[in-house]
C-alpha cells in the first residue's frame, strides 16, 4: 500500500499538466523539455555527426506526457544516486515510443556512496523505467494520449485510439483530386 500522502490537488495538477503537455506544439514541447531537464537533453543541439538528439523529438503529441513522465523519474534517480541519462534518440518505431540514452557520472553528486552492485541496480532501475515508458505508448494514442492500439494504416503500423484512426484512415482513402 501506498503510504505516501499524496493531495488530491497535486494529482489534479499532473492531469492538467499532461493536457497543457499534449496540447503543446512540437517545437513548444520541444523548447519545454530541453529547458526543464536540460541534463537529460544536454545533446540536443550538438551537430547529427555526434547524436541523433539533433533532431529532435519524432514522436506525436499524445507521448508527451509520458516523455515528461520518464524524464521527472529519470531525474530523480540521477540526482539520488549521481549520475545523468543522457537522451541520444526520441523517436517512434514500429508504433512504439523508443527512448535511446547514455548513462553518465554526474560529478555534481558527490556525498553518495556507490558500491557495483548498487551502480548496477541503479543501471536496471532506468532500464526498467524506460522500457515501461515504451510500453506505455503501446497502449497510448499517439496523437491524443487517449487510450489507443495498434493499427496497420498503409502498411504503417501505428498506436491510435478508434477516433484518430477513424480520421487517419478516411484521409488515405480519399481518391487524389
Ligand atoms: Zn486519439
Known amino acids: 500500500m501506498c503510504q505516501l500522502n499524496i493531495e488530491s490537488d497535486q494529482i489534479d495538477n499532473s492531469d492538467k499538466l499532461n ?20 541534463g537529460i537533453f544536454s545533446n540536443r543541439f550538438k551537430p547529427m555527426s555526434e547524436t541523433c538528439m539533433c533532431w529532435g523529438f519524432e514522436i506525436g503529441p499524445g ?3 509520458i516523455i515528461h513522465n520518464l524524464c521527472q523519474k529519470l531525474d530523480l534517480i540521477g540526482n539520488l544516486i549521481g549520475f545523468t541519462v543522457v537522451a541520444s534518440q526520441v523517436k517512434e518505431k514500429y508504433r512504439s515510443l523508443r527512448f535511446y540514452y547514455d ?11 556507490r558500491t557495483n552492485e548498487e551502480k548496477r541496480l541503479a543501471v536496471e532501475i532506468v532500464e526498467d523505467m524506460v522500457d515501461a515508458a515504451e510500453e506505455r505508448s503501446k497502449r497510448t494514442c499517439e496523437v491524443c494520449g487517449e487510450y489507443g492500439e495498434c493499427h496497420s494504416l498503409a502498411g504503417w503500423y501505428t498506436t491510435l485510439c478508434n477516433q484518430h484512426f477513424q480520421e487517419r484512415a478516411s484521409k488515405i482513402h480519399v481518391p487524389p483530386q
Open 63 to 65: 507521448w508527451h506526457a
Open 19 to 38: 493536457k497543457t503537455l499534449i496540447a503543446m506544439s512540437v517545437k513548444d514541447f520541444d523548447q519545454f523539455m530541453v529547458a526543464k531537464f536540460p
Open 103 to 113: 548513462i553518465i557520472d554526474n560529478p555534481k553528486v558527490t556525498n553518495v556512496c
